[in-house]
């Protein structure tokens, strides 16, 4: 019984002392491999008295199975030793900054997004979107929208022309996005409901006048469309718009020679704090946009009986409500490609206002 | 306009406040743009002095003591040179703010004395430029009471905002009868009464051209003194900003602003002979009574006399025979002129006048002769004199325009159920005189009204009296189903365009449409009917042809700011010509420095390099794919537009003809002629002239057929010519087997002296995949020998040993 004991404690010890899995793969070979310490006394057995057997058999077994265990436990345990020790090896300083996602760095610019939110709302309400020429004629721009030539009116208008052609005629760069209401009358029957976003020119430059800006039109004719609905397409946007759950607003009699009557509308808000407008809200009332029925001249132009058809239309700065909603203090930084106001002012990418999700995030 | 509350109510009886009135004014259209209640004088008070010390450590200060009205004399230190006992003057108490040293007053000690407030001098209070003494009134001035009432000073003064159309309210009457109408008051102007003339009027008038003159009304008053005029007139006119002259000019001013009636008035000692109203002569010239000499043309109607142009008709008199301190004899004129032509003439000589303003807006011709018996009784009511009898020639008297509107026509448009009799007085009370025709009303156009044209206008009439804010919103009525979509394509691609570029770093910018002409010719544009003929500045003159001059500056601008590492993009119009068609929708971006996709400048993961030509293809065609242009079909040529790199750029071409886009980096001269400096590299794609897909019957997509087979990859090197494209080496051998081959990539390329000048060795992964059976070693080796056949036949090249 003694020398299986010793060698028990021998093999424990070789065991204990492998310090890698190639040591007790050795330790294990040694022991209980073909010719392994063990395997050969268990060979014994087959020499041995039945009565020896008997004790010999499950003592021999019984280190057998201890020594076996002893080497898996081992093994594993120098597997988990080795695995971590590769691991704090690779051990890397994850303080490290990372770069940023191009779709991070990059914006869409303020005028971009919410001509995609005005059409967000209006696309709700039925409307497509039209565009047309930034290089008008004299007619569009003006003769067919019901200026009579050398009215005052135009001279509200500071326009940039071109210089006159062959046959006199001079084009000039639209002054208001309405030369898109007399050519969709042209392409389309009524009923027509239709949004115009795009680029007008005025010769006129300050912090809130640019001698480009952009400006959004709206233009409903049917057979009935009155004041009362356009009171209602403008209060529903202006809400909307400015994502407050009710505006107050204020219709009053203008003039512009286009309409018949003619509104301006001014929105109350609140411009107490410094450099921020909240719309719904406080004493003040700011212009906000001019409307007002389609003129009967305009329908003429657009080839409709103004006694059959009637409709209204609206024009407002979209320059203008995105200094008011998003707060930029000076128009023409619009227009200058900063990238420090580009990535300040500016959308990311994947920011698309929809109506369902909310217009703006934040 | 501009006008006091004390003005209005000479016209207008009312109890309202100046609030309510001037609510009212904007809510029936005519906008208050400024309110000066003059606030900023309440606090000012006449005072007393009581006595008046010379000041114990002062030469020039005196202690005075003030009685402002309560009995109790106030110590006021004061270095005026008329401070003195028993004058009365203007007092501000510790606590008011003095405008014309912005200075709210404290208590204060001047050299060792308290000083409880500051008599005022008129320079203080703005009211002049007066600062050599303090306000001295004379003795019964009312101690206590406030200063600006007694000085008549407290009157409001209301400008509104006139819209184009309203003539009518470019007079305080005008405005009176609007809000006469609106109920908030009623009119109590005198009726005017003809003042009777003695003899005719010597001076005769004959109008040469009938369509620049539509009537001209002349009178001579005879033996007038004319001195200042009346204090009244004269507080009016200096509180809208107008500066008294001498009383017969101020009646004139006066006039023009009361009634809206302009006129002019001429020293008759002063004409020579007769007047004529005709055209100018080219180059005639004036001396107006602005002092400057204006060179007249054919267009501009004039009054002459015969020493030559007396006045520019409707515009400005001239100074020749103007009136003054001198004048005895005057001659007054109430003239029609032609709107178009006044204007016309005000804008070609740059003059802005308050005649000018009235007649190219349309003065009442009712009021030409009524206007005139005014001004007569206004001049002999205060210069005295004896009137002849009005010259009247060429009016043809007026005629109402008839307008017939029907009943329901106001709630057609506007929504509003306005009772018949309502609109009735509503119109009645502006002076349409309706006419009750069933179911219309006919109206006769009031003549100082020419902006009422229909029934669209009568419309209007009633709703702002009425009230547009009675109008209660309406839904507009829904179509009954689910919109569809509502953007057009170009719409689409435009939308899809921008995010995808954003998604790849890239900053939206939007620049000018016009550019500087050396830019726009560098660009292929800057041709004449492009040019603005009054651009706002002179590097704004040419419609872009190109979104790159722009960026590049843009980008330029940005590193010139210390941020060279720059990426912008812009989706807009170029301009091809100045037809409706020629405006085409192109997206372009560039990029700057290091600005690549991955990132920009120095990292501690690697250094981002010098952006070049492949950065600029790479976001070209993202841009197509966003575009829904059809990328796989694309050939790519090299070289692009002249402002390129020649060899580092490229042009995108669908089939032979179809040039969707160019890429490439910037050729050196044309940075240096933008200023501009690199690496820089852009690209420009038309959206407009990519192909618009078929419609297709159905959303469902193509059926996805995997293939139960391995597929394989195969690597291959070819040394070809340097000149050699490496999309011909790719088409080649794609081509070698269409069905098998189903990827072709270029994985390097290699140049060197191993290879021989002009070489090039170009290695491609090609993907091949089995569809209906597993290839054996010699189907591979049979497709690999036809790769390599195919390669070096289309290209010269030889399989790399």
């Known amino acids: 019984m003694s020398d299986l004991q010793s060698l028990e404690a021998s093999l424990m010890s070789d065991i204990a002392s492998a310090s890698d899995e190639q040591a007790i793969e050795a330790v294990r070979v040694a022991a209980l491999g073909k010719k392994g310490s063990i395997s050969e006394k268990l060979k014994t057995l087959g020499a041995m008295s039945a009565d020896e057997r008997q004790t010999m058999g499950p003592a021999i077994n019984g280190l057998k199975l201890r020594v076996s265990d002893a080497i898996t436990a081992r093994k594993s345990q120098l597997r988990d030793a080795a695995i971590n020790a590769r691991l704090a090896a690779e051990t890397l300083d994850v303080t490290l900054p990372v770069r940023q996602a191009p779709a991070e760095r990059g914006r869409i610019h303020p005028i971009s997004q919410v001509i995609d939110e005005i059409t967000a709302i209006f696309g709700d309400m039925g409307f497509a979107i039209a565009e047309g020429p930034d290089i008008e004629t004299d007619y569009y721009n003006f003769t067919a929208l019901n200026f009579p030539e050398g009215h005052p009116a135009r001279e509200m208008h500071d326009t940039f022309f071109f210089q006159p052609d062959e046959a006199g005629e001079r084009k000039l760069l639209r002054t208001h996005t309405s030369p898109v209401q007399i050519r969709t009358m042209e392409a389309q029957k009524p009923p027509i409901r239709i949004v115009i976003p795009g680029k007008t020119y005025r010769q006129d430059s300050d912090a809130t006048h640019s001698p480009m800006f952009h400006q959004v039109e709206g233009l409903v004719v049917d057979k009935s469309a009155n004041v009362a609905n356009m009171k209602w397409v403008l209060e529903e946007f202006c809400k909307a718009f400015f994502e407050v759950p009710s505006v107050k607003m204020r219709f009053r009699p203008s003039f512009f020679p286009f309409t018949e009557p003619s509104m301006e509308v001014d929105i109350q808000c609140d411009r107490s704090r410094p450099g921020e407008v909240r719309f719904g809200e406080g004493n003040d009332w700011m212009e906000i946009l001019g409307c007002g029925m389609v003129h009967p001249n305009v329908l003429r132009a657009g080839g409709l009986d103004p006694d059959e058809y009637q409709g209204f239309a609206w024009g407002m700065g979209i320059d203008r409500i995105a200094m008011l909603k998003y707060g930029m203090p000076d128009l023409r930084a619009f227009f200058d490609a900063d990238v420090r106001w580009l990535s300040h002012y500016g959308f990311r990418p994947l920011d698309m206002p929809t109506l369902f999700g909310g217009l703006s995030n934040g | ?801």
Request: proline fraction near 6%.
């Open chain 2, 1 to 801: 306009m501009k006008f006091t509350l004390s003005w209005l109510k000479d016209h207008l009886d009312t109890d309202a406040s100046l609030a309510e009135i001037c609510e009212r004014l904007t809510m029936i259209g005519l906008e208050v743009e400024a309110v000066d209640d003059k606030a900023a004088l309440k606090p000012f008070v006449i005072a007393r002095v009581v006595s008046a010390v010379q000041h114990p450590d002062a030469d020039k200060l005196r202690v005075l003591m003030v009685d402002t009205g309560d009995g109790k004399p106030i110590q006021v230190v004061c270095g005026a040179p008329n401070a003195r006992e028993g004058l009365v003057g203007a007092f501000a108490a510790p606590g008011s703010y003095v405008p014309g040293i912005d200075v709210t007053l404290s208590v204060g000690k001047i050299r060792g004395v308290e000083s409880h407030g500051m008599m005022c001098s008129e320079r203080e209070l703005q009211l002049s430029d007066e600062h050599d003494g303090i306000i001295d009134l004379p003795a019964d001035a009312p101690v206590g009471t406030p200063f600006a009432t007694y000085a008549r000073l407290d009157d409001p003064v209301i400008e509104i905002n006139l819209t184009p159309n309203r003539p009518d309210a470019t007079s305080v009457y005008g405005i009176a009868r609007d809000l006469a109408a609106s109920g908030l008051g009623t009119l109590k102007t005198p009726a005017i009464a003809p003042v009777a003339g003695k003899g005719e009027t010597p001076v005769k008038v004959s109008i040469a051209d009938p369509e620049l003159c539509h009537g001209f009304a002349l009178r001579l008053v005879k033996g007038v003194k004319n001195g200042p005029s009346p204090k009244w007139m004269q507080q009016q006119l200096i509180a809208i900003g107008l500066r008294p002259i001498n009383a017969l000019v101020d009646i004139t001013n006066y006039v023009t602003f009361d009634r809206g009636r302009p006129l002019h008035v001429f020293d008759a000692a002063k004409v020579a002979g007769d007047l004529v109203v005709r055209p100018a002569k080219d180059g005639e010239k004036v001396l107006a009574l602005d002092g400057r000499e204006y060179t007249l043309n054919a267009s501009m109607c004039v009054i002459a006399d015969d020493n030559g142009v007396e006045s520019i008709a409707g515009v400005m008199g001239g100074e020749h025979s103007g009136c003054d301190e001198t004048t005895t004899d005057v001659l007054i004129e109430s003239a029609l002129w032609s709107p178009l032509n006044i204007a016309r003439t005000g804008r070609e000589l740059g003059i802005i006048t308050d005649a000018r303003y009235r007649f190219e807006r349309g003065v009442d011709p009712e009021f030409m002769i009524p206007g005139i018996e005014l001004a007569t009784q206004l001049v002999t009511d205060i210069c005295g004199g004896a009137p002849c009898e009005t010259e009247v020639v060429g009016y043809a008297g007026h005629e109402a325009k008839r307008i017939s509107m029907p009943v329901s026509e106001v709630r057609r448009l506007t929504g509003l159920d306005v009772p018949k009799a309502e609109s009735m007085s509503i119109l009645d009370r502006l002076g349409f005189k309706p006419q009750d025709k069933g179911d219309a009303i006919e109206v006769a156009v009031p003549s100082w009204r020419p902006d009422i044209d229909g029934k669209a206008d009568i419309v209007e009439e009633v709703m702002r009296i009425y009230g547009v804010d009675r109008i209660a919103p309406a839904p507009l009525p829904t179509f009954g189903a689910v919109n569809g979509k509502m953007l057009t394509p170009i719409q689409i691609r435009t939308r899809f365009v921008k995010r995808a570029l954003a998604v790849r770093g890239m900053m939206e910018a939007v620049t000018w449409s016009f550019i500087p002409e050396e830019h726009a010719k560098l660009f292929g544009g800057g041709q004449p009917a492009l040019r603005l003929a009054n651009p706002i500045a002179a590097d704004m003159s040419d419609m872009r042809p190109s979104l790159l001059p722009g960026l590049i500056a843009a980008a330029q601008r940005n590193a010139d700011r210390g941020i060279g590492d720059v990426a912008l993009f812009e989706v807009s119009g170029i301009y091809e010509g100045d037809g409706a068609d020629n405006q085409r929708r192109v997206a372009a971006g560039v990029r700057r420095g290091t600005a690549k996709l991955d990132g920009q400048g120095r990292h501690w993961g690697g250094n981002a390099g010098a952006v070049g030509v492949f950065d600029a293809k790479a976001d070209a065609f993202a841009a197509l794919e966003a575009a829904g242009a059809p990328v796989d079909k694309l050939q790519v040529e090299a070289s692009g537009p002249a402002w390129y790199h020649p060899g580092r750029s490229g042009t995108i071409k669908l089939g032979p003809k179809i040039v969707l886009g160019t890429f490439g980096e910037f050729h050196p001269r044309t940075l240096e002629a933008l200023d501009a400096s690199g690496p820089l590299a852009g690209f420009e794609i038309y959206l407009d002239t990519i192909p618009e897909p078929k419609a297709k019957p159905t959303r469902t997509k193509p059926r996805l057929d995997l293939s139960p087979f391995q597929g394989v990859k195969r690597d291959f090197a070819f040394v070809v010519d340097k000149s050699v494209e490496a999309a011909a080496i790719v088409k080649a051998a794609a081509g070698a087997d269409k069905k098998l081959v189903t990827d072709v990539r270029v994985f390097d390329v290699f140049e060197g002296a191993s290879l021989g000048p002009d070489k090039k060795s170009i290695a491609i992964e090609v993907a091949i995949q089995p569809t209906d059976r597993t290839l054996t070693d010699e189907d591979f080796e049979a497709l690999g020998a036809r790769i390599v056949a195919n390669v070096e036949k289309t290209t010269g090249g030889a399989l790399r040993g």
